[in-house]
Nanobody, 118 residues
Framework: VNVVESGGGLVQPGGSLRLSCAAS????????MGWYRQAPGKQRELVAA???????NYVDSVKGRFTISRDNAKNTVYLQLNSLKPEDTAVYYC?????????????WGKGTLVTVSS
């Protein structure tokens, strides 16, 4: 499975971006899809995730500002980033994850850079 992110860029504080993550293959709908980010000098953290059933969860720092969604027909997951802050600056990575018993499938994209600066 190939996972490819897009949509990053430079945005001013208070601005918005929409990140997209396209995954190859015919089993996209079974994966839990997650967006992670890693800022310089910091550990990678989970920002938001959406299960195959559509349940979502967010890290506290982005609740009310970011929205994760998925379109299984397009094999794509989105992350809408609103009210961006300089501390949101990071490389954002997309992850596709599935686990059942001893079967684990875990795929990562190469990341897309989001820079929030005036």
């Amino acid at each position: 499975v190939n996972v490819v992110e897009s949509g990053g860029g430079l945005v001013q504080p208070g601005g918005s971006l929409r990140l997209s993550c396209a995954a190859s293959g015919s089993m996209f709908s079974i994966y839990t899809m997650g967006w992670y980010r890693q800022a310089p000098g910091k550990q990678r953290e989970l920002v938001a995730a959406i299960t195959s059933g559509g349940r979502t969860n967010y890290v506290d720092s982005v609740k009310g500002r970011f929205t994760i969604s998925r379109d299984n027909a397009k094999n794509t997951v989105y992350l809408q980033l609103n009210s961006l802050k300089p501390e949101d600056t990071a490389v954002y990575y997309c992850n596709a994850y599935y686990q059942a018993s001893v079967v684990v499938m875990d795929y990562w994209g190469k990341g897309t850079l989001v820079t929030v600066s005036s």
